[in-house]
C-alpha cells in the first residue's frame, strides 16, 4: 500500500486564518484577550473572531459601544498593564477618533518611560472599498507611517494573514494591522505548523524582468493580474507585496529595481503624500533615481455607487495602462 503524502497545509478563508491566529494566541498567553463592536457572540463584522467568545468568554471577548476612541484608550491602557489587547475597528475610516490615544500615547509610551513600558496592542482595522460609500471605504495607511513607534501590516493572502496576526500578538507594539473587506472570502494554504512571519519582510509575489511593481493589501492581487495580462504582450512584470509598511523591507524593493530599472507602485488609497511616494523616495535615495510613476485612488471621496466606485478605485486594466506609460519613459 502506497503510504498517503503528508499534509502540511490546510485551505482557510482570509477570516478564518485570522480566527485561528488570534484563537491560537489566546490559548497560549491568558493575557491576550479581544475588544470590539459585534465582535463577541456575533463573532464580528466580517466573522473573523467566530468561535472565540464562546471559548474564552465575555472576560476576554469584550463587546465595546459604538465609541472607537474609547476602545483605543481602553486597550491602550490595558496593554500598559500587561494585557496584550487586540482592539477591533470595522472601518478604517474611524481610527481617526482613537489617534489620541494611538499616536500620542500608545506609539510614544516606550520612548517616554525609557522602555520601562510598553504597549503590546493591537489594532485591527479594515480599509478598502466595497459599496459602503465616502466613510466606510479609505485607505489611509501612510498617515500612520510616519508616526515613530508604530508598526504596520497589512496581509494579502491567507497565509500572511495567519503569520503577521501571530507576529503583531507577540510583539511590543503597538501595531496597526490592517486588513481589506475584499479578501475576507478568499481562500489559501496556510501552514499546519505555527509559522510567525516576522515584520519588514516583503515577498515577491511574481518574478520579473521588465518592471517593479510594488504594491500591499488587496491591491496585490489587482497587481498579479495585471502581471498576468502584460504576459500576453511580452512584458514581464515583478510584483513586490510589501506585508509590512512599518518598518518597510526596501531592500527587496530596491533590489528588485536595480534588476528590472524601472518602478510602478500602487495602492487603493490616495498616491499623494501615498505609500508609493515613500517607496520611491526611499528607493531612489539608495540607487538613484530610475524611470518611475505611482498610481492610487483617483483625487475624490469614493462613491457607494459602484460605477463611480470603480471608476476612482485602480484595477488590472489601469495598472497594466500605467506599466505601459513606465516602459515608454
Given at each position: 500500500?502506497?503510504?498517503?503524502?503528508?499534509?502540511?497545509?490546510?485551505?482557510?478563508?482570509?477570516?478564518?486564518?485570522?480566527?485561528?491566529?488570534?484563537?491560537?494566541?489566546?490559548?497560549?498567553?491568558?493575557?491576550?484577550?479581544?475588544?470590539?463592536?459585534?465582535?463577541?457572540?456575533?463573532?464580528?463584522?466580517?466573522?473573523?473572531?467566530?468561535?472565540?467568545?464562546?471559548?474564552?468568554?465575555?472576560?476576554?471577548?469584550?463587546?465595546?459601544?459604538?465609541?472607537?476612541?474609547?476602545?483605543?484608550?481602553?486597550?491602550?491602557?490595558?496593554?500598559?498593564?500587561?494585557?496584550?489587547?487586540?482592539?477591533?475597528?470595522?472601518?478604517?475610516?474611524?481610527?481617526?477618533?482613537?489617534?489620541?490615544?494611538?499616536?500620542?500615547?500608545?506609539?510614544?509610551?516606550?520612548?517616554?518611560?525609557?522602555g520601562r513600558l510598553t504597549a503590546?496592542?493591537?489594532?485591527?482595522?479594515?480599509?478598502?472599498?466595497?459599496?459602503?460609500?465616502?466613510?466606510?471605504?479609505?485607505?489611509?495607511?501612510?498617515?500612520?507611517?510616519?508616526?515613530?513607534?508604530?508598526?504596520?501590516?497589512?496581509?494579502?493572502?491567507?497565509?500572511?494573514?495567519?503569520?503577521?496576526?501571530?507576529?503583531?500578538?507577540?510583539?511590543?507594539?503597538?501595531?496597526?494591522?490592517?486588513?481589506?473587506?475584499?479578501?475576507?472570502?478568499?481562500?489559501?494554504?496556510?501552514?499546519?505548523?505555527?509559522?510567525?512571519?516576522?515584520?519588514?519582510?516583503?515577498?515577491?509575489?511574481?518574478?520579473?524582468?521588465?518592471?517593479?511593481?510594488?504594491?500591499?493589501?488587496?491591491?496585490?492581487?489587482?497587481?498579479?493580474?495585471?502581471?498576468?495580462?502584460?504576459?500576453?504582450?511580452?512584458?514581464?512584470?515583478?510584483?513586490?507585496?510589501?506585508?509590512?509598511?512599518?518598518?518597510?523591507?526596501?531592500?527587496?524593493?530596491?533590489?528588485s529595481v536595480s534588476r528590472t530599472?524601472?518602478?510602478?507602485?500602487?495602492?487603493?488609497?490616495?498616491?499623494?503624500?501615498?505609500?508609493?511616494?515613500?517607496?520611491?523616495?526611499?528607493?531612489?535615495?539608495?540607487?538613484?533615481?530610475?524611470?518611475?510613476?505611482?498610481?492610487?485612488?483617483?483625487?475624490?471621496?469614493?462613491?457607494?455607487?459602484?460605477?463611480?466606485?470603480?471608476?476612482?478605485?485602480?484595477?488590472?486594466?489601469?495598472?497594466?495602462?500605467?506599466?505601459?506609460?513606465?516602459?515608454?519613459?
Open positions: 500500500m502506497l503510504d498517503k503524502p503528508e499534509v502540511s497545509t490546510q485551505r482557510l478563508f482570509f477570516r478564518e486564518a485570522v480566527t485561528r491566529a488570534v484563537r491560537e494566541e489566546m490559548t497560549r498567553n491568558h493575557h491576550v484577550m479581544v475588544m470590539g463592536q459585534d465582535v463577541g457572540a456575533f463573532g464580528g463584522s466580517y466573522r473573523e473572531f467566530d468561535g472565540l467568545y464562546n471559548l474564552f468568554g465575555p472576560e476576554r471577548v469584550r463587546d465595546t459601544p459604538v465609541a472607537e476612541a474609547a476602545s483605543i484608550g481602553i486597550a491602550a491602557g490595558a496593554a500598559a498593564a500587561g494585557y496584550r489587547p487586540i482592539v477591533s475597528i470595522t472601518y478604517m475610516d474611524f481610527l481617526m477618533l482613537g489617534f489620541d490615544a494611538l499616536i500620542n500615547y500608545a506609539a510614544k509610551l516606550r520612548y517616554k518611560t525609557a503590546p496592542l493591537v489594532v485591527k482595522t479594515t480599509a478598502g472599498a466595497q459599496g459602503q460609500g465616502v466613510a466606510h471605504s479609505q485607505c489611509i495607511e501612510s498617515w500612520l507611517m510616519s508616526v515613530p513607534g508604530l508598526k504596520i501590516v497589512a496581509p494579502s493572502t491567507p497565509a500572511d494573514a495567519y503569520g503577521l496576526m501571530k507576529s503583531a500578538l507577540r510583539d511590543d507594539g503597538p501595531v496597526v494591522y490592517i486588513d481589506h473587506k475584499r479578501l475576507f472570502p478568499t481562500p489559501g494554504e496556510v501552514t499546519l505548523a505555527e509559522d510567525l512571519i516576522p515584520f519588514g519582510k516583503a515577498s515577491i509575489r511574481r518574478e520579473g524582468t521588465d518592471l517593479t511593481l510594488v504594491t500591499h493589501g488587496y491591491m496585490t492581487r489587482v497587481a498579479l493580474q495585471a502581471a498576468q495580462s502584460l504576459e500576453s504582450e511580452g512584458i514581464s512584470c515583478e510584483v513586490v507585496d510589501l506585508r509590512s509598511l512599518a518598518p518597510l523591507d526596501i531592500h527587496t524593493v530596491t533590489a530599472g524601472r518602478l510602478l507602485t500602487l495602492e487603493e488609497g490616495q498616491s499623494v503624500c501615498g505609500v508609493g511616494t515613500e517607496v520611491a523616495c526611499q528607493t531612489f535615495e539608495r540607487i538613484g533615481p530610475r524611470p518611475w510613476k505611482r498610481l492610487g485612488a483617483l483625487r475624490a471621496p469614493v462613491s457607494s455607487n459602484p460605477v463611480l466606485e470603480a471608476a476612482c478605485i485602480p484595477d488590472a486594466t489601469r495598472v497594466a495602462a500605467m506599466a505601459r506609460a513606465v516602459l515608454e519613459l
